[in-house]
């Protein structure tokens, strides 16, 4: 009987001790420095290539009871002939430990998207540190920049690049948006191929000539090449058709008048399929609510005298910019992917030729606009003063 209780206590005390174990691979932040955005960029030093890294480090002693609004992050630069040597050489200008795991955001040097992009992901994919949630974004120019770029709005450069993206993507839907996982699969799946978000530093009105960080449109790859930039304009577009809408407005003049609509819903419908050849059928249909209008004419009740102009207009860009990607091979549709579920055999067997075969394709491209309301009014505001 003592014998089984002496068992008992052995067992619950080994049970007991086991928690109290800690974790095995535990850092103290005392000894970290934590990065939260990270640029990289590909330099020229001595007729050699090189990466510069640009780190924003959260600076010790600022985080706590910080209600000053000003930045609580410090700006870090190292250089290396790799990516690894670069991050490491960080540790010379700061007593820490380099640590990513806390990284929001990752910003490419433009020159990086040209030239040495499959090294950078390979860095990157291979990271124990890096998370596939970080968000990347390319620079207009040098990733430098965007990092050492004042903070207006916010106490860290990775808050306000988040901000700027996932805030704004819900009232325009000329922002774009994507992460690490979904980049790196894009470039790794037959049949698609990548894109990313592009953001640049310009003069802000609303304060003064301070440098602020804006949304410039979309970087297109193809393979690991950058191959073509898009403007905000030309990047709504290609938003409507991946089904990527969360919010915004579009403005259409017709008809002597402008007409301004707030976009309630876009839905996109993508269709491939194999006959003599492939065939792509693009259906995008849009709800809108009528928010602005000029000229002197009143608005028909059921709107049906501009939702065609609307269609056809609208109808007209996702053509253009489909065409553009053709131009470049760029299959960031994903419609080789879609035509492999389709039938595997006939992907199978033309594989090899699709970014050829990509770039002669006709597609079938319908949109369908519906107007809900036009608010309070029923006609201009122009034709109700010349009464």
């Given at each position: 009987m003592m014998m089984c209780y002496r068992c008992v206590v052995l067992l619950l005390s080994v049970f007991l001790i086991i928690p109290l174990s800690g974790c095995w691979n535990n850092q103290e932040t005392q000894t970290l420095a934590i990065v939260t955005a990270l640029g990289i960029d590909s330099v020229s030093r001595e007729n050699k290539q090189i990466y510069q890294i640009t780190a924003s480090v959260i600076q010790p002693g600022k985080v706590v009871n910080n209600n000053s609004g000003n930045s609580q992050n410090i700006t870090l630069t190292s250089e290396g002939t790799t990516i690894t040597e670069a991050v490491h050489n960080l540790s010379f200008s700061f007593p820490r430990k380099v640590y990513l795991t806390h990284t929001e955001v990752i910003v490419l040097g433009r020159e990086v998207g040209a030239q040495k992009l499959d090294e950078v992901m390979d860095y990157l994919i291979r990271s124990t540190q890096v998370r596939m949630s970080c968000l990347i974004?390319?620079?207009?120019?040098?990733?430098?920049?965007?990092?050492?770029?004042?903070?207006?709005?916010?106490?860290d450069v990775s808050t306000e690049i988040s901000n700027l993206l996932y805030e704004g993507q819900e009232v325009a839907p000329?922002?774009?948006?994507?992460?690490?996982?979904?980049?790196?699969?894009?470039?790794?799946?037959?049949?698609?191929?990548?894109?990313?978000?592009?953001?640049?530093?310009?003069?802000?009105?609303?304060?003064?000539e301070e440098a602020i960080l804006q949304s410039s449109g979309l970087v297109i790859y193809h393979n690991d090449r950058l191959v073509d930039t898009l403007s905000s304009s030309d990047t709504m577009p290609l938003m409507l058709m991946m089904n990527k809408f969360k919010g915004g407005q579009y403005s259409l003049e017709t008809q002597g008048k402008v007409i301004g609509l707030e976009l309630l819903s876009v839905k996109s419908k993508i269709l491939v399929s194999v006959r003599e050849h492939p065939e792509i059928t693009i259906t995008v249909d849009v709800k809108a609510d009528v928010s602005e209008s000029s000229g002197d004419d009143q608005i028909a009740a059921d709107y049906s005298d501009i939702k065609n102009s609307l269609a056809q207009d609208l109808q007209e860009q996702l053509t253009d910019i489909f065409h553009r990607t053709q131009s470049t091979q760029a299959d960031i549709l994903g419609i080789g992917r879609k035509l492999e579920i389709a039938d595997r055999n006939y992907w199978d067997s033309i594989e090899g030729e699709w970014p050829r075969i990509y770039a002669s394709l006709q597609p079938d491209i319908k949109v369908n606009f519906s107007i809900r309301k036009g608010g309070l009014a029923t006609s201009p505001f122009k034709s109700k003063l010349s009464r």
């Open positions: 974004v390319v620079a207009k120019s040098n990733a430098s920049a965007i990092i050492k770029c004042p903070n207006i709005f916010e106490q000329q922002i774009a948006i994507t992460d690490l996982r979904d980049f790196s699969l894009a470039m790794l799946t037959p049949g698609e191929d990548a894109w990313a978000p592009m953001v640049s530093v310009t003069k802000g009105r609303a304060s003064g």
